[in-house]
């Protein structure tokens, strides 16, 4: 993994843990580039996942879905998107 992705990976991965946090859900102990957002393993539903997209939008000032909804499963396609930019 490239150094910017890298980076990326660890935002995002910091930014779910504080999202758990302030939402008052634990932070699955798996939580990882593997886990998976909606019915997966990560407890977020649509809404949740388009609050996140937003805090992550404010934190690093890009916007990847701008043009329309890019299709992404798990953090590592998230991190892949971001990493594009």
């Known amino acids: ?13 910091d930014s779910l843990r504080e999202f ?8 699955p102990a798996t939580l990882g580039l593997d886990s998976t957002f909606l019915q997966g393993d990560l ?3 649509s809404l949740d996942l388009a609050v996140f997209l937003l805090i992550l939008e404010e934190k ?3 916007d990847p879905f701008r043009d ?5 499963n798990t953090v590592a396609d998230l991190v892949a998107i971001y990493a594009e930019q």
């Open 60 to 62: 690093t000032g890009r």
């Open 20 to 27: 758990f946090d302030e939402k008052k859900l634990p932070v």
């Open 1 to 13: 993994m490239a150094a910017a992705q890298s980076e990326i990976a660890q935002l995002i991965l």
């Open 68 to 72: 329309g909804f890019r299709s992404f």
């Open 43 to 45: 407890p977020m539903d």
